[in-house]
């Protein structure tokens, strides 16, 4: 009567291939989760960038209040001012390009208001020419974010 003979082996690689695969599905789950955290790291700072345009503008609009006007370069719809943020450790490589226009100036009982709409887009990394936001995305890794508001004076 024969033995048989050869069976451990071809059960072995078998074993070894199942567990090479495993290991890559689990290599290649790792890294899309890698990727998806950096994009959320990335699209916080681009946030963080437009709020911090959002507020310069603000303040910038709150610096004359007896006549505010938009700050100059921020025409809706025209070439937009863009902010860099390169003094910044956090937001190197972002920009934000602001917006800005007059909806409405009224005098009531002889107080003046007046009533700005301002949009902020913010993207990194953004390109070397302007305008810097929004862009065209380059790289993995490029975000944006808008923000709009109105403020009254």
Request: net charge neutral.
């Amino acid at each position: 009567m024969k033995t048989p003979r050869g069976f451990v082996l071809p059960s072995a690689i078998f074993l070894l291939i199942v567990l090479a695969a495993l290991g890559a599905y689990v290599v290649n789950v790792s890294s899309s989760q890698q990727q998806g955290m950096a994009l959320d790291v990335q699209g916080e700072r681009a946030w963080q960038a437009a709020n911090a345009g959002m507020e310069w503008v603000r303040y910038k609009l709150a610096v004359t209040p007896a006549s505010p006007a938009c700050p100059s370069g921020t025409t809706w719809g025209a070439s937009a001012t863009s902010l860099g943020f390169s003094g910044t450790t956090t937001l190197t490589g972002f920009f934000a390009t602001v917006e800005c226009r007059l909806v409405e100036q009224t005098n009531v009982l002889g107080v003046s208001t007046w009533v700005f709409e301002t949009r902020v887009t913010a993207c990194g990394p953004a390109a070397a020419v302007e305008p810097r936001c929004p862009g065209t995305p380059t790289a993995f890794g490029y975000v944006e974010r808008q923000l709009q508001g109105v403020a009254s004076f």
